[in-house]
């Protein structure tokens, strides 16, 4: 278990944020919907990169919430960069019903969860992975 990153998350997950877990949050309805609902969203704000990778560490909690968000890899060095990563960051945040919770001995938790998210052209890709692949302290 590690100490989450803020009050807010150290309220929610009644101060347990799993590093690591028997299951990783998932996408709720899929890694196509969650890539088509983000998508969506970055071209509807006028957000969407035009190539590059980004990465996020993050805690998704037991009500499949978002918290902490930490950018840990750069998408590239366009201009409209920091236009684009604070959309991810919001539409991560407030696209309901875009997880589902971690899983450790047959309970949902808290726990962090890396996302990567490569742009091409119109299209992204979106891979979850454990926090630890991305960057081991965090």
Do not use: H
Not at 11 to 21: H, N, S, Y
Not at 28 to 45: H, I, R, S
Not at 80 to 100: C, F, G
């Amino acid at each position: 278990m590690a100490q989450p990153g803020s009050d807010e998350a150290y309220k929610v997950c009644e101060g347990k944020v799993f590093a690591r877990v028997e299951t990783l949050p998932d996408y709720k309805k899929g890694k196509a919907a969650f890539e088509d609902t983000l998508v969506t969203y970055l071209k509807n704000q006028n957000a969407f990169p035009k190539s590059g990778n980004i990465s996020y560490v993050f805690i998704v909690t037991t009500e499949s919430k978002i918290l902490d968000i930490k950018k840990m890899e750069d998408a590239g060095k366009e201009e409209d960069a920091v236009n684009y990563e604070a959309q991810i960051e919001k539409a991560l945040i407030s696209i309901p019903n875009m997880w589902l919770p971690a899983r450790q001995n047959e309970r949902a938790v808290c726990a962090y969860v890396g996302l990567t998210i490569a742009f091409s052209k119109n299209t992204l890709t979106a891979k979850i992975v454990e926090p630890a692949s991305i960057q081991s302290d965090f």
